[in-house]
């Protein structure tokens, strides 16, 4: 319908009615009296030789073509393959309640809340989301949400570097790659030297890391269960880092803290995670929702915003943003980060949706997710031809098998048969050119996994 | 009001988890597991709704109360835009599939979306290439300073410093800062515009760029911008817009034909995105040709044959700064509000939120002190020094408000104006909701007179009354555990 560059759109001129301004041309006018204006005095200091004389853009369009437009839009892109498909960002079943509470528009059409009388709502959710997310990673402290996993771990990193005083990270190559190819970008103009280990056997690797920790090192970067959905236990990683000064930030998959040891059990610093697993569609990337957790003794060094817990003046219970003095609204250009934002209504869905599941909810939906991926394990494993890339035992929800062959290209073939199959590690990982990630989520039944061993072992 | 967690009671449910069809074939090492449950609350699906239903009504959104809050365009957000959002096409794609062999055209919609709201926003903006990946403001803040930081290295320029005028909001030296460079302000002038003279004195080699909105954050235009640009172009810096207050110029100005470089758009105020409570937001970031090859990985082309793609060889690239392609739920719902609006859509917003900011100040001008009260464009600032000398300061002005039924103006910003209260009322608002708030304010204003010990007493009518700050700060309290 659209048909942008090159050509231009038919111009039909001004329409009459506006959904969205409510005064009519004769308010307008009445206005424009009482202050003795005209409507070109509005502009007239702007010199004319800066005015653009109106866009090149079509013509604005009705509500129902608009929707039949976009419906025809979305008709493009295919929803309906059977999705195996994870990294970090997986297809967890929504509750319907997670929706309604989310359209609740004294939630979703307010601003961040600055008066904390009228914004009681935003403020207590954003509580009990800092407080859901301490509950799962059991650490102390909580921030108000970052913009997703990736940025809220370079975040981490930089907060661990300015409470350590030094410059130096280890992260491991399990750490997501599309959060360490973000890490690389960010660091460019600081000074942050970066050395990177390479997994051993799928776990973070100890030889390496320990190797290269020494006294100038602040941050030692690691995440479980990792990209490669393997489950470690990190505690002998927080001692070395302690021992040397340095903080250990681990990333997390806030789903599996529903069965796994956590890492503040483990002994980490600063925790973070992307928390899409909870509640939030895919969507094509975003919005999602980035947490970051952390011990009480760092509370003030947390980038972000942060809600406090007060009373009135009648000594009642309230909720105010505090540690405001840390931001760029009033530091400026000494602020612990430039962020302004967060990502206030994918935390509030969050915490409906880890309300919803609770206690029991949760830790069942995570075992659901480890049982049906261990019967994947069995299903993929029993055909000719398919290995599993690593020895390690324990994996989450992800796994990565060995293909005979290329496994882009068999990825490509089952996309034909209806599936999306896994993901090809051939694009982050040298000499893994026949290895694929396969997510399973709590959503994939017994016979979807069984059809996609069925065509997995056709193809091979 | 009692937390979620104090209305938990044991064995209560808030979902029924399908029954699994698998055995449980996995016994993790005891090392690996919690050692106790995650304490989340037990409650009924009934008990979570009202739970967070009572928490809404403890909320004003632009749905329920006129929301004139100063540089935060608090438009209404159409319904329509939500709606589209949740068709299942859109919201529930998979991130990755197009980075699958053979997957891109698995994705065609949503690259469409992405492709036209790059030419559209450029169009808008007098841009010649856009990214989608900022995730707010600030973000695309960051990001058009790291190809600012780019395009210098690639010049082998050794430049330290961004110019910042003393009206700028925080973000933008702090963003500055975190890019790396040192952040200079430079003052305002006595018509509250960035002075001329003071920049030409600061301008010198070191100066890698100068970030600005334009209308300033007392809402006025400078119509000495593009000399401004040509100035900071003379020593090899480029030209930062930020486009916080772009509602009161669209379909009129374009910022590329001022003379910048680099634009950042805040999708979730001019393109009528909700603000969420605070996020999430999106920032897109446009820049010139010369400056294209430094956008962040991904680009989104259109191929000859009209099918998208994704173009990840960009080996001048700043890299990756979004693990995927931006918030698009949020670029989704600003591309449908743009195909509503159409060209004569978007011009009447800038026309009516122009009027709508200049009807308030000049009715409002008897009762409140305002230092430039020349023509403004989309927002003015008062002051509330009269007031103050009654005790009655910016802040009790705007708990006042609350207790007339208003979302207060920005209070205290931007920090050159003494108790400054920043009005944005937006095109969205009719002449009765205005003609409301006027009276409101200059009610306040002459019981400041009169009885100012009432104004101090506010609010009394809203779920909580003022809040102890100095007690959340000290005696620090984030999370029940």
New interface residues.
Partial sequence: MLRLMGSSWKRKGRRKTMPYISNTDEQRAEMLAEIGLTAEDLFGDIPESLRCGGLNIPDGMSEQKVRDHLAAIADKNYIHLTSFLGGGFYDHFIPSAVYSTLSRAEFYTAYTPYQPEISQGTLQATYEFQSMICRLTDMEVSNASMYDGGTALYEAMMMGLRIARRNKVIMDDSVNPIYRVMIHSYSRNLKVDLVETKNHEGLANREAILDALDDETGVILVQNPNFFGCIDDLTDLAAAAHEKGALLVVSCYPMSLGILKTPGAMGADIVTGEGQSLGLPMSFGGPYLGFMATRKKYARNLPGRIVGETVDTQGQRGFVLTLQTREQHIRRDKATSNICSNEALCALASTVYLSLLGKEGLKETAQLCMDKAGYAYQRFTAIPGVKPHFHTKWVFNEMVFDLPHDAADVIGKLIEKGFAAGFPLSRYYEGMDNSILIAVTEKRTKQQIGMLAEELEAIL | ?E???EK?VKG????R??K???????N??Q?????K???????S?LD??R???E???????????F?P?GS?T?????K?C????????????????P?????GM?????L??L??MD??LC??C?MDAFTMQP?????G??TGI?MM?AYHQDRGNTKTKILVPDSA???N????????YT?RSVPSDENGLMSFEALKEMLDDEVAGIMLTCPNTLG??N?H??EICDLIHSVDGLAYYDGANLNA??????PG??GFDIVHVNL?KTF?T?????????GPVGVVERLARYL?ISTVV?REDGTFALDYHKPKS?????????????VLRAY?Y????????????A??A???A??IK??LKPYYDIEHG??C?HECVFSATRQAQNGVHAIDI??GL?DRGF??P??Y?PTIVKEALMIEPT?????E?IDLFIDAMIELARTAEKAPETIKAS?TT????????T???RQ??????
């Fill in positions: 009001m937390l979620v967690f938990s209560r449910r808030g979902l988890i399908a699994s069809d698998v055995p449980t074939c996995v993790l090492d090392s690996l597991l919690r050692g449950d995650a304490e989340l609350p037990e409650l699906e979570v709704v739970h967070f239903t928490l809404s009504r403890r909320n004003f959104g632009v749905d329920t109360n929301y809050l935060c608090m438009k209404y957000n159409p329509v939500e709606r589209i959002a949740t068709y299942p096409g859109f919201a529930h794609l998979h991130p990755l599939l980075q699958l062999r053979s997957g698995l994705t065609q919609g949503a469409e979306v492709y036209e030419v559209i169009e808008i007098g995730m707010a403001g600030a973000h803040e960051l790291m930081a909001h925080g973000t030296p702090a963003s500055a800062a975190i890019a790396g952040v006025l235009f119509p911008v593009r110029i669209t379909g009129k100005v374009r034909d001022l979730h009528a909700p603000h969420g409570g605070g996020g999430p937001g999106s962040p259109k700043i890299g990756y700064i979004a693990p995927f392609y931006g918030n698009f739920g949020i449908v743009i195909l509503m609006l159409g060209h004569e859509g978007l011009e009447r917003v026309e009516n122009v009027l709508n200049n009807y000049e009715k020349q023509l464009k705007a708990k609350l979302h207060p920005t209070m910003f095109e969205c608002e009719s002449k909701t609010p809203t779920a909580v009354g003022r809040l102890d700050e007690k959340a700060s620090l309290n984030i999370a029940s555990l």
